[in-house]
Each structure stands twice: as structure tokens, then as C-alpha cells.
């Protein structure tokens, strides 16, 4: 059975369990709130910091694959357990795109996906 960890164990989370249900997949969440929404769904509940290096690389380290309910999580320690063998999604190069909405919207630019225009300006 493949072990699948969700980093984030809010409403998006318990909505990966409910779809995880129908596949024959072992879940695991890490979120520092015990009572979250999706804490009761999962197989292995984990209590611990999504943005914390070393509890989300203890986390994954012997999971198959791992997933997140929200990109505000440690990419660095994503980035180690995919070098690793761990399969991410999305991937850790992704998050950090995702994460930083300059880069974002850059590649949007570069892609030439639809979005408004912007203009980057320095903090003073």
C-alpha cells in the first residue's frame, strides 16, 4: 500500500482524504492543529510546524509520495526528499514559483498565460 502524506490538515486536506478513501493509499497529515478538519479522516496524524525544515523532511522521509493543502510550507525540506526518492506534488520548483508572486507572474508573462497586467516595485 503506497503511504501518502499531506502537508496541511485544513478543509483542502480533508477533501484530499475523502478523495484518497477510494484508492488503496495509507494517509498521513502533518498540521499543528490536532483538531483540524482533516485530522480525523487520515490513517497517521502527526502533530508538527508545515513550515518547520526538520518536521516536514521527518515527515516525508518514509512516505511514497507527499502533497500539500497550502503552498505555505518548508520547500527546502520538500526539495531534500524529492532528491531523495520521494515523489512531490507539486513539485518543490513549482512551490516556489507559487510562492513568490513576482516570479508568478513573470511566468505567466513569460508563458504568455492570460493575467493583468502588473508592475514590480521595490519596498523603501
Known amino acids: ?66 502533497t500539500i493543502e497550502i503552498e505555505n510550507v518548508n520547500v527546502e525540506a520538500l526539495e531534500k526528499l524529492s532528491q531523495e526518492g520521494v515523489k512531490v506534488f507539486p513539485h518543490p520548483s513549482v512551490l516556489k514559483t507559487i510562492k513568490n508572486k513576482i516570479l508568478q507572474k513573470e511566468y505567466y508573462k513569460q508563458h504568455e498565460i492570460p493575467s493583468p497586467e502588473f508592475i514590480i516595485t521595490k519596498n523603501r
Not at 503511504?3 to 482524504?17: A, F, H, N
Open 1 to 66: 500500500m503506497q503511504k501518502i502524506g499531506i502537508l496541511g490538515g485544513g478543509q483542502l486536506g480533508k477533501m484530499l482524504l475523502q478523495a484518497a478513501a477510494n484508492y488503496p493509499v495509507e494517509t498521513f497529515i502533518l498540521e499543528n492543529d490536532a483538531n483540524c478538519p482533516a485530522a480525523h479522516l487520515c490513517h497517521h496524524f502527526t502533530k508538527g510546524d508545515i513550515k518547520n525544515f526538520d518536521a516536514v523532511y521527518a515527515f516525508g522521509k518514509n512516505l511514497d509520495a507527499i
